[in-house]
């Protein structure tokens, strides 16, 4: 779970506004680190994300000034990934609000639905906090690779290079040392099996005596003096991912 989500709730009546702020203040306590942050305008709310962003914004959509799909709109130009919970007295804005692809959409009438959509809002923000942390910026000779630790399954030294598998890219050549990536690669579960290949332990389906054996069947050479090592490593990161 990321450490702390910053949710903001923009509603002018202010009695529902602070209501809505101790209901998620409920049910996000003790499940994770939050800060709730509630103003009574758009113009308030665009001001203060102005100065530091929020992870999940409610937003009403019938405001004076500036309504709730006016506020979207600046807010998804500040942070194109932001996630917005629209809230509205009128069910018929639902088909309007789709324009801004929002989270979610809920009726005022219906707020007794916000301990699930809370918990669906935390499930995708844990996701992608888990994706953007296993995005891996691997330093080389002469520039900065960005790199998927998802979807890369090895990587094999070619002379003074390194060619990455991914399987979602195909395969990609760039000059760095094998050494160089095993540095920095070996924190996130990559490990060198031999002196030439380097593989993601998540993708690691059966170690023999002679050789590991991908989830796509892709069998690549063990290196002897490796067997006790490639099994271990293999073995912890699989505790660590049951726990």
Not at 137 to 142: D, F, G, I, P, S
């Amino acid at each position: 779970m990321k450490d702390n989500i910053k949710f903001y709730i923009c509603d002018d009546n202010s009695d529902f506004a602070n209501k809505t702020k101790k209901e998620i203040g409920l049910i996000l306590n003790g499940r994770c680190k939050y800060e709730i942050t509630a103003f009574s305008s758009g113009t308030e709310l665009i001001k203060q994300f102005d100065i530091q962003n929020a992870d999940a914004v409610l937003l009403d959509i019938d405001m004076p000034e500036m309504n709730g799909f006016e506020a979207a709109a600046l807010l998804q130009k500040r942070k194109e990934d932001i996630l917005i919970i629209f809230v509205t007295g009128h069910e018929d804005k639902v088909y309007h609000s789709y324009d801004y692809h929002p989270f979610w959409f809920m009726r005022k009438s219906h707020m007794h639905d916000l301990k699930v959509v809370i918990s669906k809002l935390l499930r995708k923000i844990d996701a992608e906090d888990e994706r953007k942390r296993l995005t891996f910026n691997l330093k080389t000779e002469n520039r900065t690779i960005e790199i998927d630790i998802n979807t890369v399954t090895y990587i094999e030294s070619y002379k003074n290079d390194i060619i990455i598998w991914d399987r979602a890219l195909g395969k990609k050549q760039i000059r760095c040392k094998i050494t160089e990536a095993e540095k920095q690669l070996y924190p996130l579960n990559i490990i060198r099996i031999q002196n030439g290949i380097l593989v993601n332990c998540r993708y690691i389906s059966k170690i023999t005596s002679r050789e590991v054996i991908l989830t796509d069947g892709t069998q690549l050479g063990l290196s002897r003096s490796k067997i006790d090592f490639v099994r271990e490593e293999y073995q912890n990161f699989v505790r660590r991912t049951l726990v």
